[in-house]
């Protein structure tokens, strides 16, 4: 059970876009097309951005979209709002009743 | 609405037991598999255990297998985690979640356990 691997920070001008790698194998992210995105504000708890891959949940901004490649998934920001700054995390189902999370992205707005 | 309540955090000497709880309300709970993520205190998120709906499926983290147990009660709308032989490395904020699809779209708030004499 490694962590996904994900790059410590990304960064971005208001409007701009940005994409936020992560990387597992064929065992969790390149298995399954279960991979989940997550946003997290200091001190608050993980909200669920992206489920499924690409499905966003109700209420969340359609400008965040998730896609995946075999064994890396991603998570793009478009049009980058001051309040997107966060951590990130992704997760993807490994099989068995198992999850694994990625190590997180801080996302800064310029 | 959906809400869930952490409790039983706190301090404790290394190698003792401490049970965390959280109190479900808003949805079916009795319908839904449930898990347990962790958050050391400025690090990252680290999924520690699923129950399914009947309580007949678990499964844990290879770092916790072993030592920690995930239970529920579906007539209280409880989930429960039990944590035995704790570890310094076991200090954490954690957090019962409720999934959607296979994402968690409910987390709680969080009960920080410190392991330390």
């Known amino acids: 059970q490694s962590a996904l691997t994900q790059p410590p920070s990304a960064s971005g001008s208001p409007g701009q876009s940005v994409t936020i790698s992560c990387t597992g194998t064929?065992?969790?992210?390149?298995?399954?097309?279960?991979v989940s995105w997550y946003q997290q504000h200091p001190g608050k708890a993980p909200q669920l951005m992206i489920y499924e891959v690409t499905q966003r949940p109700s209420g969340v901004p359609d400008r965040f979209s998730g896609s995946k490649s075999g064994n890396t998934a991603s998570l793009t920001v478009s049009g980058l709002q001051a309040e997107d700054e966060a951590d990130y995390y992704c997760s993807s189902y490994a099989g068995s009743y198992l999850w694994v999370f990625g190590g997180g992205t801080k996302l800064t707005v310029l | 609405q959906v809400q869930l309540v952490e409790s039983g955090g706190g301090v404790v000497q290394p190698g003792r037991s401490l049970t965390v709880s959280c109190a479900a309300s808003?949805?079916?709970?009795?319908?839904?598999?449930m898990q347990w993520v962790r958050q050391v205190p400025g690090k990252g998120l680290q999924w520690v255990a699923f129950i399914s709906y009947d309580g007949r499926d678990k499964n844990y983290a290879d770092s916790v297998k072993g030592r920690f147990t995930i239970s529920r009660d579906n007539s209280k709308n409880t989930l429960k985690l039990q944590m035995n032989s704790l570890r310094a490395e076991d200090t954490a904020v954690y957090y019962c979640?409720?999934?959607?699809?296979?994402?968690?779209?409910?987390w709680g708030q969080g009960t920080l356990v410190t392991v330390s004499s």
């Open positions: 979640a409720k999934p959607y699809s296979y994402g968690l779209d409910y």
């Open positions: 064929s065992s969790d992210v390149g298995g399954y097309n279960y």
């Open positions: 808003g949805f079916t709970f009795s319908t839904f598999g």
